[in-house]
């Protein structure tokens, strides 16, 4: 029986959980996710876990914060004036916002706190700095 391995398109289900439980995403209901395995397409840990694995089979893994989205990173905290929104903006707690750098780039970030004539936004990813479980079970290597 083949075994998954780098270079491979691989399907797979997945249900992920955060330590307490919480359930943030599922192909459950879903099409299998399809990726090619080593091609940064997915987490480091999440290709990490599908290599080696045999069609049909299935596992549970624990992948730690620096093999999925990476620490939290305080830089990337900001308090924002108001001013710098447009006038017909409420800004509220989890309201997400784009902005634009210098370089063109576009950041997704979250309202975290308002308070008096500014917000705090927060640009890590929602998942950075936690440890992620995955039950994970290969449909198909192509």
Known sequence: MSQAKSGDSVKI????TLDDGTQFDSSAG???LEFKLGSGQVIPGFDKAVDGMTVGESKTVNIQAEDAYGAHNAQMVQEVPLSALPD??????????QAQGPD???????????QGDSITVDGNHPLAGKALNFDIELVSID
Not at 13 to 16: A, I, K, L, P, V
Not at 108 to 114: E, G, K, P
């Open 104 to 114: 063109g780039q576009v950041a997704n970030l979250v309202i975290t706190s308002v």
């Open 13 to 16: 289900h997945y249900t992920g």
């Open 88 to 97: 017909d903006l409420t800004p509220e707690i989890g309201m997400g916002l």
């Open 30 to 32: 879903r099409e299998p």
